[in-house]
């Protein structure tokens, strides 16, 4: 019996330094990355792990718990602390994104709960046909409109008070053609071009190259496009691995931060996975980020309040 529990309380350890070290090696290879992904979750494994071995008296499984929760907590610290507060007088907008799911079986509460909401800016994914008609009643609310999900491959779907000039719609490569859907707005009295995207899952889903493949290709887009940009999406991959880096580094962007996962929405917020993201070029700040549950979906929504604070870097 003792045998059993030593294994069982040195397996949140393990656990805690197979993702810490998979976090510095995700870069190097696929499978490292898909192990990092549970940082947040390897945390509390270990935190669980000390406490049992506290209370059965195990000192050095203790310790042992306790360093691995300390190493955890460490890595994903820089990522999940809320932004830096922007300058008081920088106009702002509000950006709101969320994952409907293609299989939400409360649409008929949907459009309330975003009304509630009240954001600028509303960028809806996994959106049907069905999910459209249920958000009828926010075509009042909102009178400039981006159907992205009529073109096949784009389930993407934009409301906002913001006008909307120009959309356009694209797709990543192969292996599975993630939709880059993008539009003019004048933010604050700003020009910027606001980017939305909905990448693959990862492995075993696609090749395992499937991911990376997509980081590159929608970077590259980006890049080519001028001026202030945002860039909002379901990127099914955390931001201190491989793909959500890729992006924000070759695109010249930051991620929002902050705390609280995701998905899946069933578990409580620090135990998700935080794979729905904001980003933004220089010159664009994050006042705040706030996950809410709102009905029916598998994921959490991102609510987050953007500051104009460099307005020589606008059009």
Known sequence: MRNVTFVLLTLPVAAAAGVCGSVFLADIHWSFDLVAQFLLQAFFFAVIGGLVALALQRKWLVLANAVAAAATFALAWPWTHAPPVPRADAARI????????????????????????????????????AAR???????????????????????????????????????????????IAWFETSAAGCAVNIFATHMTRP????????????????????????????????????????????????????????????????????????????????????ASRKVLSLPGSDHAAVLTEIAIEDRTRCW
């Open 203 to 286: 492995f075993p889903h696609l090749p395992a190259w499937a991911q990376s493949k997509q980081a590159d290709d929608l970077a590259a887009a980006l890049r080519g496009w001028p001026g202030p940009k945002i860039l909002v999406g379901d990127f099914n991959a955390v931001p201190w691995g491989h793909i959500v880096k890729t992006v924000a580094e070759r695109a010249n962007l930051h991620v929002l931060l902050g705390a609280g996962g995701t998905w899946p929405s069933v578990l409580p917020a620090p135990l998700r996975l935080p794979i729905d993201h904001v980003m933004a070029t220089d010159g664009i700040a994050f």
């Open 94 to 129: 509000s950006v709101f994104l969320y994952n409907v799911w293609v299989r939400n079986g409360a649409l008929d509460r949907l459009a309330a709960a975003i009304q509630a909401v009240d954001a600028d800016v509303v960028v809806l994914l996994e959106i049907t046909a």
């Open 133 to 179: 008609e249920s958000l009828r009643p926010l075509d009042a609310r909102y009178p400039q409109r981006f159907e992205c999900w009529q073109t096949p491959g784009c389930d993407i779907l934009v409301f906002s008070r913001l006008p909307i000039r120009e959309p356009h719609v694209d797709f990543t490569g192969a292996p599975d053609h993630a939709p």
